[in-house]
């Protein structure tokens, strides 16, 4: 099945530095979503986009929705040890009674203190 | 306030045989999709219940099936159980009127 674009694989980071994810996609979306996934668990919402070009930030977390609508971008601010975990963008075409999530591969961040 | 909850949380299966995932939303909750989760991958939709039929479906074979129940609870079947179907199977739910799914933690399936 399709799935979006996310890369690297992996991220390295030092604790206190910030750091930036991509998602693309070939398709247009109307929503993306970035959910974070901890072992043994599913994914949690991070933060939800509906419009094209909305910049929207939950703590030290920011997120934009790209104006072409194919494409978002999260950044976390200030990292600490609990963000390890994998991060997924997903995307959403809300057409009447359809509204699954098309998934990216997810991101594995690591912190180190 | 018990949020999405899967049974079994684990589950070994051999091939050729069948296998029942259950899952209950999130109270509030009355539609409910089913995600397939391999190894190092995203969640792959699978199909979504509304009102006890099943609303959208990904691109599964037939050996996928499900039911939702009156009580909005649901259920996951797999039959003729592939070495390839072995993954995190995910149970997502939604409120009336909106569009943000609540994930439950997943039945771990290995097939041998």
């Known amino acids: 099945g399709q799935q979006l674009n996310q890369s690297p694989q992996s991220m390295f980071i030092q604790e206190g530095e910030d750091v930036s994810m991509n998602c693309t996609s070939s398709?247009?979306?109307?929503?993306w979503l970035w959910y974070k996934q901890d072992p043994g668990e599913g994914p949690v919402l991070l933060i939800a986009?509906?419009?094209?070009?909305e910049l929207t930030s939950n703590g030290r977390l920011t997120a934009q929705f790209g104006i072409t609508r194919k494409d978002s971008f999260l950044n976390i601010s200030a990292s600490i040890p609990s963000d390890v975990g994998i991060y997924f963008c997903?995307?959403?075409?809300?057409?009447?009674?359809?509204?699954?999530?098309?998934f990216g591969k997810g991101i594995t961040l690591s912190v180190r203190p | 306030d018990a949020g999405v909850t899967q049974s079994p949380t684990h589950l070994i299966k051999t091939r050729g045989q069948q296998v029942t995932l259950r899952c209950s939303p999130k109270s509030g909750h009355d539609t409910v999709s089913w995600y397939q989760q391999a190894l190092g991958q995203g969640p792959q939709f699978i199909f979504q219940y509304y009102e006890e039929e099943e609303r959208q479906r990904g691109n599964f074979p037939d050996r996928f099936s499900g039911h939702q129940f009156p009580n909005y609870s649901s259920e996951l079947n797999v039959n003729a159980l592939l070495l390839g179907d072995s993954a995190l199977y995910l149970c997502?739910?939604?409120?009336?009127?909106?569009?943000?799914?609540?994930f439950g933690s997943g039945t771990r399936l290995t097939v041998v």
């Open positions: 986009l509906y419009k094209a070009g």
């Open positions: 997903a995307g959403q075409l809300l057409t009447g009674a359809n509204s699954k999530l098309t």
């Open positions: 997502a739910s939604l409120p009336v009127g909106h569009h943000d799914y609540t």
């Open positions: 398709s247009i979306f109307n929503t």
